[in-house]
């Protein structure tokens, strides 16, 4: 997620696509990291675990006369921007552990090119239909990721460079997920990490924390494709 329309708390300064952001997990506040480090925790740490509103400053790009400021409590979210209020309801219960779900070790790493990789699967998936489904298989080996998929219209075959550390794994996933996720980030490269063909596997970058996704692998034929 890019910052660029917020403000620091801590220096009231606005972010730029450069600067290195940290994001309070509790409350979701964008802050610079050196002024985060600075502070000690995040500026609204005083209200944690309060009904006492946060308020994130947001810059309009097209009219920097305007801010729209965000007051979060407990229950309500409010967004309010010149003479206009938004008010929102929270959803209650406890959110999803997301950090339980995602694998603390691994055994295969790959470095690869995004747009190879998403070119080829989006290459093997072409015999995939919303009516003949069929996971995306790949195997992570010797520095090559091979990819393939069949169905009752035929069988795709294809193969990319990759930097390769730990075993061999192969393994299977749903194609829409998979590229979903390499569409939406913006990096030259990414990282997988792979623990078992049955685990969750993880995309991220080669550098830094802009995002991570977790991906449900599904389970494989014993058939062996190519």
Request: glycine share 4%; net charge negative.
């Amino acid at each position: 997620m890019k910052y660029t329309n917020y403000k620091c708390p801590v220096c009231n300064n606005q972010f730029t696509e450069d600067d290195d952001v940290v994001v309070c997990p509790e409350c979701g506040t964008p802050h610079h990291r050196e002024c985060y480090i600075q502070n000690g925790n995040c500026a609204n740490a005083d209200k944690h675990g309060t009904n006492e509103p946060i308020e994130v400053e947001f810059v309009d790009v097209e009219d920097n006369d305007e801010t729209i400021t965000l007051n979060i409590g407990k229950k309500y979210i409010l967004f309010e921007v010149g003479n206009y209020r938004i008010v929102s309801r929270l959803l209650e219960g406890e959110f999803f552990n997301y950090k339980n779900a995602i694998p603390s070790e691994s055994t295969t790493k790959a470095r690869v090119n995004l747009k190879l990789i998403l070119d080829s699967v989006e290459r093997t998936s072409l015999l995939i239909t919303s009516k003949i489904k069929s996971p995306v298989r790949c195997i992570f080996d010797d520095n090559t990721i091979r990819i393939s998929s069949a169905t009752s219209l035929g069988a795709a075959t294809d193969k990319i460079p990759a930097s390769i550390e730990g075993k061999r794994l192969e393994i299977g996933f749903n194609n829409t997920y998979l590229t979903d996720c390499l569409r939406t980030v913006d990096v030259d490269e990414v990282k997988i990490e792979l623990s078992s063909p049955v685990s969750p596997i993880i995309v991220k970058p080669v550098e830094g924390d802009n995002f991570i996704f977790l991906i449900i692998p599904m389970r494989l034929k014993n058939e062996n494709i190519g």
